[in-house]
């Protein structure tokens, strides 16, 4: 039982590079969304999706693009990487119903924007 | 808008003493979920507790127990006899109940670190 699946786990990019983040999940969940952490700042909603075809900002989601064609797969979009990027990307699901169930995260992508 | 404070940045504590961490909450909503995620040095963020707003009676699992007050918007999270291994980061974070379908908007604290010395 894989869960949630974060492909790369680490990634160096030059500024101005544009790059996708993987996720993707074997649960069913309709539920899907990125977090990224910050040190001091916790962790920040950028983009999530109530099921295929349906996305929404999250607080923090200038700079990121996202789209949901499938119920497993959630990529995350670096259109022009920006050193402000460099971070921890956390990918994460919930099943479809009761709402508010835990939130089930992959292992996070390290990222690092020079 | 929903706020979690954290007020701890850090806790050192000596193997088997008593640790609690702080969480405080803002939130307008009447319904609301209350999450506690542990991140130990691996990175991987582990699910510890979820409880609702309406549930304010207080949980013990093992060594971990958890006090949630309405009154005071607080949901604090105490470890007995602490461990080397609970050395980590502990997160709390607030879920708002509109989403349909299921899922969790999550907003999360900024984190204590906690460090468990023997």
């Known amino acids: 039982n894989a869960g949630v699946t974060q492909t790369p786990k680490f990634q160096v990019l030059k500024t101005g590079q544009s790059m996708t983040l993987q996720c993707a999940q074997d649960?069913?969940?309709?539920?899907m969304s990125w977090y990224r952490q910050d040190p001091g700042m916790g962790l920040r909603l950028i983009h999530y999706?109530?099921?295929?075809?349906?996305?929404d900002q999250g607080e923090v989601p200038n700079g990121y693009n996202v789209s949901r064609s499938t119920t497993e797969d959630f990529p995350l979009r670096l259109l022009s990487a920006a050193p402000s990027q460099t971070s921890v990307y956390f990918c994460?699901?919930?099943?479809?119903?009761?709402?508010?169930?835990?939130?089930?995260f992959g292992q996070g992508t390290r990222l690092t924007v020079v | 808008a929903q706020k979690v404070t954290q007020a701890q940045t850090e806790i050192s504590v000596v193997e088997k003493e008593d640790v609690t961490l702080d969480c405080v909450y803002e939130t307008r909503d009447t319904t609301y979920y209350l999450f506690w995620y542990k991140q130990p040095p691996s990175g991987e963020l582990v699910f510890l507790i979820r409880r609702n707003s309406f549930d304010e009676q207080n949980e013990i699992s093992g060594r971990y127990s958890w006090n949630f007050q309405k009154s005071t918007s607080s949901f604090n999270f105490t470890i007995t006899a602490s461990q080397v291994v609970d050395s980590a980061v502990y997160f709390c974070a607030l879920s708002e109940a509109k989403i349909t379908g299921g899922g969790n908007k999550l907003t999360f604290g900024t984190g204590t670190q906690l460090k468990v010395e023997l």
């Open positions: 999706s109530v099921g295929a075809g349906i996305t």
């Open positions: 649960m069913n969940h309709e539920y």
């Open positions: 994460a699901s919930s099943p479809p119903r009761p709402a508010n169930t835990e939130a089930f």
